[in-house]
T-cell receptor, first 111, second 115 residues
Framework: KQEVTQIPAALSVPEGENLVLNCSFT??????LQWFRQDPGKGLTSLLL?????REQTSGRLNASLDKSSGRSTLYIAASQPGDSATYLC??????????FGKGTKLTVNP | DADVTQTPRNRITKTGKRIMLECSQT?????MYWYRQDPGLGLRLIYY???????NKGEISDGYSVSRQAQAKFSLSLESAIPNQTALYFC??????????????FGPGTRLTVL
């Protein structure tokens, strides 16, 4: 059974700092990995999708990497801003097309 | 307008009542999903549908049923609500990919409280 773990569960940083969020998964037989952002009381916004054949994806200040063989992904946020404060969720998709989610990392960026 | 909409956005109901949550999408996707989110447990899949005639149970389907009325509509029903079904419910959609795997797009969620 696929299990997804996100460390740390919570992170607080000063504005402007570069940071890394971690995601690990137990079964490397995945189609893709998605990073989402969730704001309080709101839905999930897809940030980046990395296909299993890819090593990384970039969108603006965000860069996500994937090492499928070791079961790890990282989300790098450059020059963090208070507006980046949210919960970040990692999810992997296997052969059944179902997403398995981690429990998320709650990020607070302090002005 | 939002691509994936859910109604209602908030609902308070009593134990034993029947309740339906609705999801509509304008993305033209074939695949639709229902998840619930609980603090400390993350998101878990309840049911998913690959097309109108293909409906499948997810990880936690007990106590729930679904109906795929059309490609664009997927409803989740709680036949007799109980307090431990209090949660945030999300609908999601995705398109078919010949390469396997597909990006999922989520609705804004329905906060359900069962008293």
């Amino acid at each position: 059974k696929q299990e997804v773990t996100q460390i740390p569960a919570a992170l607080s940083v000063p504005e402007g700092e570069n940071l890394v969020l971690n995601c690990s998964f137990t079964d490397s037989a995945i189609y893709n990995l998605q990073w989402f952002r969730q704001d309080p009381g709101k839905g999930l916004t897809s940030l980046l999708l990395i296909q299993s054949s890819q090593r990384e994806q970039t969108s603006g200040r965000l860069n996500a990497s994937l090492d499928k063989s070791s079961g790890r992904s990282t989300l790098y946020i450059a020059a963090s801003q208070p507006g980046d404060s949210a919960t970040y969720l990692c999810a992997v998709q296997g052969g059944s097309e179902k997403l398995v989610f981690g429990k998320g990392t709650k990020l607070t960026v302090n002005p | 307008d939002a691509d994936v909409t859910q109604t209602p956005r908030n609902r308070i109901t009593k134990t034993g009542k029947r309740i339906m949550l609705e999801c509509s999408q304008t993305k033209g996707h074939d695949r639709m999903y229902w998840y619930r989110q609980d603090p400390g447990l993350g998101l878990r899949l309840i049911y998913y549908s690959f097309d109108v005639k293909d409906i499948n149970k997810g990880e936690i389907s007990d106590g729930y049923s679904v109906s795929r009325q059309a490609q664009a509509k997927f409803s989740l029903s709680l036949e007799s609500a109980i307090p431990n079904q209090t949660a945030l419910y999300f609908c999601a959609t995705s398109d078919f990919s010949a390469f396997g795997g597909n990006e999922q797009f989520f609705g804004p969620g329905t906060r359900l409280t069962v008293l």
